[in-house]
């Protein structure tokens, strides 16, 4: 008998010997006793439980929404360090600190109480650059983290709802920094508080009282220090806590979206459980994104309002900028003609200001917020979709995205005019009329460019399914042609190129009934219809297997593809078996 028969024999008679488990540690012992007190009393295991096992999928890019909540709460951290020794007051009082070039200066204790974090406070000044590099970080991630679910269509059913989350959260992100570096009350943020206070005034009608209110009395006043600190530190980090905490709970609820994949479909999701993966790799990619945050703090100098000194409206300060996420505002404001400030009905309209400083922020993050509705009236779409979409397969999106990107950049460009004029030598005036036409010219360039850069990566995977990768080898037949020989796709490459859904253009219903009666809905249907024509008219549909079985028949497939629609129809089921994802082994 062999050793092997031997051992497997031994196995078998001791195949009922009692098990005997490791016994527990004191401490496991606790923690189990405390969990199953908590769960007797909360009934929180069952929910805490789900949490844990969720599944998340792994992809690059799913860091950036991370990304943006790391950095809230490195924001929300070092700002509690900064609330210990910042005075939110707008008193007067002379600086005696250790800043010798302030010394005897008369300035805000809100000024003051800064400068001593900065100077006089060990760690302060890391602190205080800790604080604002994070909040820069947050504004960029979110805003990139919204681009992939723009692009990716990740904002589709049943997700409306967090997209429009995201834009609020976006938006109250812009005004959030605003508030947090107008507190120091140096020549900058003054500068930037006036700014405000004459957007304010620029509202019809209403404006001066709007401003009188705010300020609670003339500009400045001493409320508004406090009155923004409150804002900064209470009111909006629990709004944006908040909002965040239900976009979490609503990722949770709708399940992780996913890119198209093996085995990846509408009913699954394929990745790593919360515990104990996902859970170590998130815990450590916040303390990567800290420690970036910090090293950038320690090595880059920001806002250093000691070299701006207190605030004081009499310097000239023409030259001043706001942070980079204002920029766009601060074009748009150069950019509006002149013109369109004029004086009705003993009111002084100043819409030249108002547009760009009051209404282009929230028009512009509405319109966002709107966007998958109007999709989904367009397209009629109206089912869940978690797998997401190349942005290649959903060209017309794609290219309106782009167009918006390019009115954006024209915009921040726009906000340094000024600065091109001086440092190239050239007419302030001619930079502002070209950007003015860029404003409007260069988005509709982009659209229609970026439209067939997607339409021609459409046909060449397209061509890639059909006819495989080209090899570089040259084969000749026997009746003396040349043909290069292509290499067939491998089945998961091919399900990529091909599992995306094709779209047709809605059809215009009649605009009356059989009686000749007029539908009630005719005029926003032809609209609809029309919509429909310009994001579908130019599209490249997916290749069927009925194609794909035909571009390898007997080695013609050019000719056959165009008996494909007939065979396409004669086996329905074909295209079933090509919505089904292959599996990996």
Known sequence: ???????????????????????HSPGAKAVGGVAGWLDDRTGAAKPF???????????????????????????LLSGTFLTFWFVPSAGQVVYDGSYLPLKGITMSEAYRS?????????????IRQIHHWAALMFIVALSVHMLRVFFTGAFRKPREINWVIGCILSMLALVEGFAGYSLPDDLLSGTGLRAAEGFMRSVPVIG??????????????????????????????????????????????????QYPGPGRTNDNVVGYPVMPVYAAKAGGFFFIVFGVVALISAVV?????????????????????????????????????????????????????????????????????????LESWVTGDKREHHLLDRPRNNPTRTALGMAAMTMYGVLMFAAGNDIMAIKLHLSINDITHILRAAFFIAPVI?????????????????????????????????????????????????????????????????????????????????????????????????????????????????????????????RPGLEAARREPPQRP
């Open 1 to 23: 008998m062999s050793t092997t028969s031997t051992a497997r024999g031994a196995d078998r008679l001791r195949a009922d010997d009692p098990k005997h488990e490791a016994p």
């Open 49 to 75: 439980g789900y949490l844990l096992k969720k599944v998340f999928p792994d992809h690059w890019s799913f860091m950036l929404g991370e990304v943006a909540m790391y950095s809230m709460i490195i924001c």
């Open 114 to 126: 800064t400068v001593d974090i900065s100077f006089d406070i060990r760690g302060g000044l890391l």
């Open 208 to 257: 001066s009282y709007l401003s009188y209110f705010v300020f609670d009395g003339p500009f400045p006043g001493e409320a508004i220090i406090p009155r923004l600190y409150a804002v900064h530190v209470l009111l909006l980090p629990a709004i944006l806590v908040g909002l965040f905490t239900a976009h979490i709970g609503l990722v949770f609820v709708h399940k992780h979206t």
């Open 301 to 373: 100098t920001i806002n250093p309002i000691w070299a701006y000194g207190p605030y004081d409206p009499s310097p000239v300060t023409a030259g001043s900028q706001p942070d980079w996420y204002m920029g766009f505002a601060d074009g748009a404001l150069r950019l509006l003609p002149g013109w369109l400030e004029f004086t009705a009905f003993g009111f002084t309209f100043s819409f030249n200001v108002m547009i760009g400083a009051i209404l282009l922020i929230p028009v512009m993050y509405g319109l966002m917020a709107a966007y998958p509705f």
């Open 446 to 570: 982009v659209f229609w460019v970026t439209k067939r850069i997607c339409l021609s990566l459409q046909r060449r995977d397209r061509d890639l399914v059909l006819h495989g990768r080209e090899t570089g080898r040259i084969i000749r037949t026997a009746d003396g042609q040349f043909f290069e020989q292509h290499e067939p796709l491998d089945e998961y490459t091919r399900w990529n190129l091909v599992q995306h859904d094709p779209h047709e253009v809605l059809q215009l219903e009649a605009a009356t009934d059989e009686h000749g009666v007029a539908s009630p809905t005719a005029r926003k249907d032809k609209a609809r219809a029309a919509l429909s024509r310009f994001y579908f008219t130019d599209r490249i549909d997916p290749v069927t297997p009925a194609e794909l079985a035909a571009a390898h028949h007997d080695g013609h497939g050019h000719e056959a593809i165009e008996a494909a629609p007939q065979e396409q129809e004669a």
